[in-house]
């Protein structure tokens, strides 16, 4: 997408702050030939970022803290997957150590 596909999928944000995202790196679109590039991915992002900054008036200082929170809770959440896919592909007595491990450790 173009910055002024964007701009129309995303009533609420301004020219000026989608410049401000991409200036300071909170989306990281990909240059095409005719500039930046934004998939779904940024688009969401971008979609945050005015629900942070318009609905619950986050100041900018703040923004990139936040972001930084969601990424961190998204790689989580992407791992935790992978080690439920990898444990569910395990036999029973595998998932019943791990189970019993982590209760171990939770009571540690």
Known sequence: MTKTQVLERIGRLSAERLEI?????WVK???????PAFDETDLARL????????DLEV??????VILGLMDELS??????????????????????AVIARLRDRAGA
């Open 29 to 35: 679109p990909r240059e095409g030939e005719r500039g």
């Open 59 to 64: 100041n900018d200082d703040a923004v990139p």
């Open 75 to 96: 790689t989580l959440r992407r791992r935790m997957r992978a080690l439920d896919e990898a444990l569910n592909a395990e036999g029973e007595d595998v998932r019943e």
């Open 21 to 25: 995202c991409v200036t300071r790196a």
């Open 47 to 54: 979609q945050f970022i005015v629900e942070l900054t318009e």
